[in-house]
């Protein structure tokens, strides 16, 4: 069994992930295959990666791969979590992730339905809302937004208290119908940084729609990308990534012929069967990437590249902070002042060639941003604390 140290795992992490800005790509949907999947749950999270990957690139870009030539699509998947997928690949998670939690979703909002007296049956009030709403979107392949079906439809868009507050049914069956396949999250309406999207039929929305692969095909594609963007990795990172079941992670391990390979501190990882061969070294590189990168985000097991800094640059329930990379290693965050300009603050001392090399990327991102603001709803501990910025 060969070793896999880690570092090698941050060479190769540095090359296939186009974060060292020596291994940059040349466009949205390369950045998007070097990660496998953007995350989206927070809009500007899209953009600013393919910015950490892409040199030259414009919000018109990204917008131009988005909602003109389509080659990526937003798609609810994986862990209940909105990501940006490279078209192809959709079949792939239609058939698996999201059918997982298209079935989880639909017990829930059946069992919130009845709870909240909305219907003697949750399930057949979601099949006859899920074919009001078709029937809306029936001819509009500009689709609509969820406010403009909430009020075309007000048998729908029912609110109601639940545990932790108060939902809109017609989001939650909008969801639904996007765990489905039958809708997908079109035009935006709002600034880049923000989301409104328009609902639309994916059949308007990508011509042809193809079949979803079945369960076991589905899982072992998604494995095989996240293996050659992420490998080696572990069992629980797969699990963790796919919100699957270990037998399904087993199963498609065995799909795709995964080799072991050992890692440091003893665990076990997997990498494809023709990319056993030794990673040669990078040089020491600087990257400043959003809160909910795919880099940040694609293990459950990070030390390789966190060391102790975890609970500074994580929330309580696992969602990452702006991170600050230095030599494949987690070493800070980045925040914009009230001008928005961005700072680079650390949690450990770095060499004169560390500072330089930040300096250059807080001015290209500072550039890039040109005076806008991104917030967000998952600040970590180093956001709000770090007081220490780079020279």
């Known amino acids: 069994m060969r070793h896999i140290p880690d570092d090698e795992r941050r060479w190769r992490l540095a090359r296939r992930h186009a974060v060292a800005p020596a291994y940059r790509v040349d466009g949205p949907e390369a950045a998007t295959r070097a990660v496998t999947v953007l995350h989206a749950t927070e809009p500007a999270t899209v953009y600013l990666s393919v910015l950490a990957r892409v040199d030259g690139v414009t919000v018109a870009d990204v917008d131009r791969a988005l909602y003109a030539e389509r080659t990526l699509v937003k798609q609810l998947a994986m862990r209940r979590t909105l990501f940006v997928f490279p078209r192809d690949l959709l079949p792939a998670a239609w058939g698996s992730a999201s059918v997982r939690v298209a079935e989880a979703e639909r017990n829930r909002?059946?069992?919130?339905?009845?709870?909240?007296?909305?219907?003697?049956?949750?399930?057949?009030?979601?099949?006859?809302?899920?074919?009001?709403?078709?029937a809306e979107l029936a001819g509009r392949p500009e689709g609509m937004t969820a406010i403009e079906i909430r009020d075309g439809l007000p048998e729908v868009a029912v609110k109601f208290a639940v545990t932790n507050g108060s939902v809109w049914n017609h989001s939650r069956v909008l969801t639904h119908l996007g765990l489905t396949r039958d809708?997908?999250?079109?035009?935006?309406?709002?600034?880049?940084?923000?989301?409104?999207?328009?609902?639309?039929?994916?059949?308007?929305?990508?011509?042809?729609?193809?079949?979803?692969l079945g369960a076991e095909e589905g899982y072992a594609e998604l494995v095989r990308r996240w293996l050659r963007s992420f490998g080696p990795g572990t069992e629980t990172d797969l699990v963790w990534w796919l919100g699957a079941t270990k037998g399904a992670v087993r199963a498609a391990l065995a799909d795709v012929e995964?080799?072991?390979?050992?890692?440091?501190?003893?665990?076990?990882?997997?990498?494809?069967?023709?990319?056993?061969?030794?990673?040669?070294?990078?040089?020491?590189?600087?990257?400043?990437?959003?809160?909910?990168?795919?880099?940040v985000m694609g293990w459950k097991q990070r030390d390789f590249y966190l060391?102790?800094?975890?609970?500074?640059?994580?929330?309580?329930?696992?969602?990452?902070g702006t991170t600050a990379w230095w030599d494949g290693r987690?070493?800070?965050?980045?925040?914009?002042?009230?001008?928005?300009?961005?700072?680079?603050?650390?949690?450990?001392?770095?060499?004169?060639?560390?500072?330089?090399?930040?300096?250059?990327?807080?001015?290209?991102?500072?550039?890039?941003?040109?005076?806008?603001?991104?917030?967000?709803?998952?600040?970590?501990?180093?956001?709000?604390t770090v007081e220490w910025v780079h020279p």
Request: aromatic share 6%; proline share 8%; with cysteine.
């Open 109 to 134: 909002m059946a069992k919130d339905v009845e709870k909240a007296g909305v219907a003697d049956d949750g399930h057949a009030w979601l099949d006859r809302s899920r074919a009001a709403i078709l």
């Open 258 to 295: 995964a080799v072991e390979v050992s890692l440091d501190g003893g665990a076990t990882g997997y990498v494809l069967p023709d990319d056993v061969e030794p990673e040669e070294p990078v040089e020491p590189w600087a990257a400043l990437l959003p809160v909910l990168d795919p880099t």
């Open 183 to 212: 809708l997908v999250r079109g035009a935006n309406t709002q600034h880049w940084r923000l989301s409104r999207p328009r609902w639309t039929r994916t059949e308007d929305w990508l011509g042809e729609v193809p079949e979803p």
């Open 330 to 384: 987690v070493v800070g965050c980045w925040v914009q002042d009230d001008a928005g300009v961005v700072e680079v603050r650390l949690l450990q001392e770095l060499p004169r060639a560390a500072a330089a090399a930040f300096r250059v990327e807080a001015q290209r991102l500072t550039d890039w941003l040109d005076g806008v603001r991104v917030g967000t709803v998952y600040p970590s501990a180093a956001m709000k």
């Open 307 to 320: 060391g102790p800094h975890g609970p500074q640059l994580f929330d309580r329930n696992g969602n990452a």
